[in-house]
């Protein structure tokens, strides 16, 4: 067991859109993510995702209507709905999704990362 201090991970990397693993329950990873700018439309088949805001603003937008998430706020999306999330500075988000999860659901694009990096 160790005590994990989440905004000394945040300050372990700079890039956008690629999370990092922080911890592992049940089949779930806990990732950190830096966002900045709009990603891709996309969908989980398969897996719901939550998105937990720990500094900044995040706009979740779906097909109908969107979400704003501040700082200690989270939604859980649910598997199967289509959705883009979308930062106009930079954002600080803890993830918690099932291990399979692919950042990019159903696409494979330059912003699809597959081997995620433990820190």
Do not use: C
């Not at 994990?4 to 990397?13: M, P, Q, R, V």
């Not at 592992?24 to 900045?36: A, F, G, P, S």
């Amino acid at each position: 067991m160790e005590k994990i201090n989440i905004a000394e991970k945040f300050e372990l990397f700079q890039d956008y859109w690629n999370p990092r693993i922080i911890g592992e329950l049940n089949n779930q990873y806990v990732k950190v993510v830096k966002l900045k700018g709009e990603f891709v439309w996309h969908k989980h088949d398969d897996e719901d995702e939550m998105f937990l805001v720990v500094r900044g603003k995040l706009k979740i937008e779906f097909r109908k209507g969107s979400a704003i998430l501040n700082d200690g706020e989270f939604i859980i999306v649910p598997k199967g709905v289509e959705h883009r999330p979308v930062a106009e500075e930079e954002v600080h988000v803890l993830l918690f999704e099932p291990s399979t999860t692919l950042n990019t659901g159903n696409l494979k694009n330059e912003k699809t990362v597959s081997d995620l990096k433990r820190i």
